[in-house]
């Protein structure tokens, strides 16, 4: 109880953008765990610190990390484990200003999220997606993708993706200057065309300009 109490308050401390103080309460988190002995809760608790050390942009310790869960995931036939240990190896290549390397591991977080039937988090990867399109240079496709993830995100009233301050920052890091590449109007007619563009159409517009080119 104390441990699954410590994870809760690292999440709170993680939504209110303190990534540090989340850090410190997941790392105890863990502690308790390994003295439980149970292996899947040992990953979960990584799997959580793994999250915060992708918030704070530590990508020397995130991508060991990482995939080391997503290893552990796969064998504990955990599909949340896998999908968000991808998500930080994807998190890791932006930090890295390495966008087409995170293309590739979005969509396969993406793939992953919708495994376990996640729409939501299937959107943030999708932006992900869309950002690694959008410093790549390919503007028009990435804001396209954007526009459809947005559109899902409305629909399910999720704010998270506007409100995790790492997240908005790489958004304003990746997709700002893409809009300004190819101007206000283009920008915004392929937003709306992704929008209007539906969720299943969305999905499959994804792993299309994720494919290798």
């Known amino acids: 109880e104390l441990a699954l109490a410590l994870e809760s308050i690292g999440w709170s401390h993680f939504?209110?953008?303190?990534?540090?103080?989340?850090?410190?309460?997941?790392?105890?988190c863990v502690e308790l765990y390994r003295e439980?002995?149970?292996k899947k809760l040992i990953t979960r608790g990584r799997v959580a610190v793994g999250q915060m050390l992708a918030a704070l942009g530590d990508v020397e310790r995130t991508e060991p990390l990482a995939r080391e869960t997503l290893a552990e995931g796969r064998a504990l036939g955990e599909p949340k484990f896998v999908h968000y240990s991808l998500h930080y190896l994807a998190d890791?290549?932006?930090w890295r200003d390495e966008p087409k390397k995170a293309v590739r591991l979005y969509a396969d977080s993406l793939r992953a999220a919708l495994d376990?039937?996640?729409d939501m988090e299937a959107a943030i990867e999708m932006q992900g997606v869309a950002m690694g399109l959008a410093g790549s240079g390919r503007e028009a496709e990435a804001l396209r993708l954007f526009g459809a993830s947005c559109a899902l995100l409305e629909e399910v009233q999720s704010t998270f993706a506007d409100e995790i301050a790492f997240w908005v920052n790489f958004k304003k890091r990746y997709l700002?200057?893409?809009?300004?590449r190819i101007g206000a109007e283009a920008a915004e007619k392929a937003e709306q065309e992704g929008r209007a563009m539906g969720w299943e159409r969305a999905i499959a517009y994804a792993f299309e300009l994720a494919a290798p080119r």
Do not use: I, Q
Request: aromatic fraction near 8%; proline fraction near 4%.
């Open 15 to 28: 939504v209110a953008n303190d990534y540090t103080e989340a850090l410190r309460s997941m790392e105890e």
């Open 36 to 38: 439980l002995g149970s």
């Open 92 to 94: 890791c290549a932006l």
């Open 116 to 118: 376990y039937g996640n």
């Open 176 to 180: 700002t200057p893409a809009r300004e």
